[in-house]
């Protein structure tokens, strides 16, 4: 597949990493020689150094036979003129990152499709709502639902209260008619997506696919009961990812948001026009400051700095003054798993989520949502099971699936059903399945229509 990444940026950089390894004709494009130079450090893709919004430098980095045209510069204007101009020149399929929520509201769908636009992305949006969910559930790493919350993925650090999960193997702790399974293991720096002889250890991150009506029956087995239901957080940063957490935070959620520079609290003031949310000039490592604003009454701390250094600290001393749940946004990928290490919490990396909700478009099946879990190098997928699919042909334990992946659970008529070996994948279902990020091209092979062909998905 011929695909042309505009834009060398944080995203542009990490979805032209994840695509190289899967064998196609990238080419990525930027006015910046040194950002492309460093982007494609190691990678085997082609870099053109033109403008996104030149006809002539789109021609030349063969946007009429491009498969897929994907605009990832820091400017909205820039984004949405060159896929305008790809669709224009015969590209097959385009997607467009945007900073302006409104565009992705359904009415103005048909717009976008109008002029060539298929697909649009906000990838602060899309951050903001790993925020939200890890600040509602304190006691979690990751909350993922499944076709609203039909099934849910949960992400959970064991610690020492887990006791009762160790030193079994996951055939006996997760027999056929348990209601819940554990589908993913991050270990250390490794993923381990398990089979039945994999056991569970202290400090593992374990991800249990399970129904709404068990998560208590979990969280009561990994010992976090006693984990406070937050009803105040402190945030840190006023940028984009910032206002867009504090417009999603529900209404019994109360927020101080702490912002250095004076006249952007002045600008928050218009943009956060709300009585749920406190905006407060000072600087968030000060801790005398923080403790003056009542950091200790607090039961969540999110630092969402544009500095992951300064945001890994402040976590630390948030957690040093007793705040359990902690959330960091970390956009440098190299220092996710230091801070994995040091026991930040929920890790946010917007370019990783970016990157995978792009990706989905790269599948011939229908795939619709990819998520990545961030700190592990692992994918989870829901996908709509088509007719004459090869998962359809057989019981799960004869598809003989690829160490590596795994079918966590599936949506029938609206009710979430676990999998085991016996279960019988029907058209119509929705499957959700685990598979390590390298392995996740192979699911294709799975899920595809018998005809195969491109498709896409708005967001």
Not at 395 to 401: D, I, R
Request: charged letters at 25%; hydrophobic letters at 40%; one cysteine or more.
């Amino acid at each position: 597949m011929k695909i042309i990444i505009a834009g060398a940026g944080a995203v542009g950089s990490h979805l032209a990493a994840l695509l190289t390894n899967e064998n196609h004709d990238i080419v990525l494009i930027d006015e910046d020689e040194n950002k492309l130079a460093a982007a494609s450090d190691g990678l085997d893709l082609m870099t053109l150094s033109v403008s996104p919004t030149s006809i002539n430098g789109l021609k030349e980095a063969g946007t009429p036979q491009a498969d897929l045209f994907i605009a990832v510069t820091p400017l909205e204007t820039k984004n949405l003129t060159c896929c305008m101009l790809a669709s224009t020149l015969g590209a097959k399929k385009t997607v467009a990152r945007i900073d302006n929520g409104e565009y992705l509201q359904p009415k103005n769908r048909d717009f976008f499709t109008s002029v060539g636009i298929d697909s649009l992305i906000y990838p602060e949006v899309l951050a903001a709502k790993e925020i939200v969910e890890g600040v509602q559930r304190s006691w979690v790493r990751q909350w993922w639902e499944v076709h609203g919350g039909a099934l849910v993925i949960l992400g959970i650090k064991l610690r020492e209260e887990a006791h009762s999960l160790y030193g079994q193997q996951l055939k006996d702790l997760c027999p056929p008619d348990s209601p819940y399974h554990i589908v993913a293991i991050k270990r250390d720096e490794d993923t381990i997506i398990p089979g039945g002889f994999d056991e569970l250890r202290l400090g593992d991150i374990a991800y249990f696919m399970t129904t709404k009506r068990f998560v208590p029956n979990i969280r009561q087995l990994v010992g976090k009961e006693g984990y406070p239901d937050v009803k105040k957080v402190m945030i840190m940063g006023g940028g984009r990812i910032a206002v867009q957490t504090c417009h999603m935070l529900p209404d019994y959620i109360d927020a101080k948001l702490i912002e250095q520079d004076l006249e952007r609290c002045h600008k928050l003031t218009e943009l956060l026009d709300n009585d749920n949310v406190l905006i407060i000039n000072g600087d968030g490592r000060d801790t005398q400051l923080l403790q003056e604003e009542g950091i200790r009454q607090t039961q969540a701390f999110c630092a969402l700095t544009a500095e992951t250094e300064t945001n890994i600290l402040a976590c630390l001393a948030a957690k040093r003054m007793g705040i359990r749940k902690t959330v960091a946004l970390v956009e440098n990928s190299e220092y996710i798993t230091m801070a994995e290490k040091l026991d930040i919490g929920t890790i946010i990396n917007k370019k990783a989520i970016a990157a995978g909700h792009i990706y989905q478009m790269l599948l011939d099946a229908d795939v619709a949502s990819v998520k990545s879990l961030t700190i592990a190098d692992a994918d989870v997928a829901e996908f709509d099971v088509v007719e004459g699919a090869l998962v359809t042909r057989m019981p799960v334990m004869k598809l003989n699936l690829p160490k590596g992946i795994t079918i966590g659970g599936i949506v029938r008529n609206g009710e979430g059903i676990l999998v085991n070996g016996r279960t019988q994948i029907l058209a119509g279902d929705r499957v959700v399945v685990f598979s390590r990020t390298a392995l996740f091209k192979q699911l294709d092979h799975f899920f595809k229509k018998p005809e195969g062909g491109l498709f896409s998905v708005f967001h």
